[in-house]
């Protein structure tokens, strides 16, 4: 990965802090060009240069010995003070990189270049062809003479090429993701940024299905006057890199690009565990781009080590999928076992998106997504690990219309064959119709399948328009599992919004009527509120939610229909038979950010103790089937569990555009069961951390 980044940072990066050359941008001036016009600076520059490297440029004994032919690659710049440095150089001989070094270092200082009449720098790649050639020869040399010496040298076309660049090809890099096909990186601390804006009275936004795409945010916010606000101002090379900048980015005439590193380093302690610390190690990298105006892709890998709080450890470990692995880590994947009592647990995530008309966009890839306008979802959320998805979003007039096609694993033991995970599908639609300025309506059905019989993928599903129930009846009793739902969301005025979700998976009029709290009555619900730069503090959002799910939804007669991924459940990450209220705060002021949330819950459990193994309706991967009774069926039956979650975080944003952040935060969860058994038993946590990351997704530590 190393060479690769390295290969690319020499081959395409062309990084100039100023804008394209235009009238009034002057490049820089080369001793002895100072009577040009503007128009030849360039040209004298690049004479000047290429002269300089030949009369000053030695080639070891060693190369010319071996009559070696290649190149050597060199990325300079001259700086506000006229000052040429390399950044640098590549060559397969170490001696060629030093003479190279040498040659440069030796250039005398020259007139810098200048933005306005103020004095900026420029930067430049150079390519060197050993042997070399005096250009002048190349200069007066005929047609003839001239394609013989290209065959070695010819540094006055390749400068030329790479001043013309400048203005011809490869430009400032002017933050075309702002208003591009990519997502926006989905974490509900960023997006808080954006969300008032996003719900403004008359706007005719769809914030449901997320992660949103920059270019229909845009439209609202404006993310890179966002980024300029928060330049610090560096000129050195390695300053804007760290504080303002992509490590690398680049901007042709129909293409960009940026990579960037990805951490998350933390450490941290448990107070009430055993252990000394807890600790986190993620690297990886993220690259992003762009082909034409309808094109763009995104790709991370990551490759992470980490031993969290016990808890958290424990719930990892009750996820264990089959093999040897000893855990899943929540919302990441499998963890190998590292060291004695840490995980290994490698990701790798991309997409791409594709918008062949305006109101289309098209997405493939390995990801997750969510729906809903809280910080849950009952619809589907972005809880468990990456899945292979395939997305339609069709937006006009007043609609936005979301199809999702994903690829799922159940990976317990149960359902292995021949050591293989068993591959589930499901199929989601979401419509949103702004009905009014202040008010909108969404509807949802989904349905979850999996590959029976030799069933494969039902191209039925493959219907954008279609009804699932229907299908689903259709195929026969137990061929899937279908669930419909409404969203609702109103827009009291600029400062405050209420949102809110239903979701069905069976109901019983009959049983209702009767009034006995059948089981079959399986929905949920979620109210809430958001209030934008609440008491009148700029950029202080504060939000109330409340969450309840009646036991058994989400689960299904098969060991495999049930609506969850890779050990955890797609939508609520408590699954059912539960209630929530939520408490959260976020705060941003400049590069500073500040957030606090509360969560209060009331849980129903199973004992699973040897005495009662009955489904109390929480876990939406047991059979509803193996259920004690029909009726009298409430929510908190089982081994009722009341739990509290506090997390208070603040940091510092240390560069906007790759969302690298340093942070801090303390968190407290109590977890309090009526019955004590072997796996659910009462215990309080105090968990410290502090780290540096790179912040492109949620992770709750909230279950």
Known sequence: MKNFFLIVFVSFQLNSFAQNIKIYEKPPVFIGCEDQTIENLKTCFNNKLNQYIFENFKVSHEVADDSYKGNVQVLFEVDKEGHVSVVYVDAIYDALKDETKRVFQSLPKIQPGTYNGKPTFYQYSLTIKIPLVDPVLMINADSAEQDNLKKFVDLNEIVSNEFDSITKNISKYQGLEYTSQLNIPFTHQYYS??????????????????????????RYYDFKAEKEALVKGSDGWWSRKLWDEHLVQIQGEDYWFTIDPVFDLQVGKDVDADFNTTFNNTRGINIQGGLGKKFSFSTSVFESQGRFAQYYNQYAESLKAFGPDPAIVPGRGIGKRFKEDAYDYPVAEAYLSYSPVNFINVQF???????GDGYRSLFQSDVAASQTFLKLNTNFWKIKYTNTWM????????????????????ANHYLSWNVSKRLNIGLFESV?????????????????????????????QGSGNAIVGASAKYKWNNKVNLYGQFILDEFSLSHVKAGDKSWKNK????????????FKVDNLMLQLEYNQVRPYTYSHNTIVNNYGHSNQPMAHL????????????????ERWFADAKFIFGTRGLDFNDGTDNYSYGGDIYRNYNERP???????????????????????????????????????????????????????????????????????????
């Open 407 to 426: 690829w799922l694993r159940d990976v317990r033991d149960a359902v292995v064959e021949d050591k293989a995970f068993l591959t589930k599908y499901m």
């Open 365 to 371: 890839g390995h990801g997750k997504n969510f729906i």
């Open 574 to 589: 408590w699954g059912a038979n539960f209630r929530e209220f939520i408490i959260i705060g976020h705060y941003n002021y």
């Open 523 to 534: 929905f949920g619900y979620q109210l809430g509120a958001k209030y934008y730069d609440a």
């Open 193 to 218: 940024r954006f969300d008032a804006n996003m719900n403004g009275l008359g706007t005719n936004s769809h914030t449901a299905a997320k992660p949103f795409v920059y270019e229909e945010v845009a």
């Open 629 to 703: 009774f029909d009726t009298n069926v409430k929510i908190g039956q089982g081994n009722k569990t009341t739990t509290f979650n506090a997390e208070l975080q603040a940091g510092y944003i240390i560069n906007p555009v790759s969302h690298l952040k340093v942070f801090t935060n303390i968190s407290f969860r109590n977890f309090n069961p009526e019955a004590n058994t072997e796996t659910t038993f009462k215990n309080s946590t105090t968990w410290f951390n502090l780290g540096v990351k790179t912040d492109l997704f949620n992770w709750y530590f909230d279950n």
């Open 448 to 476: 979850m399948w999996t590959d029976t019989n030799g069933r494969g993928f039902d191209i039925n599903y493959l219907n954008p328009i279609i009804f699932f129930r229907a299908i689903e009846f259709e195929a026969g």
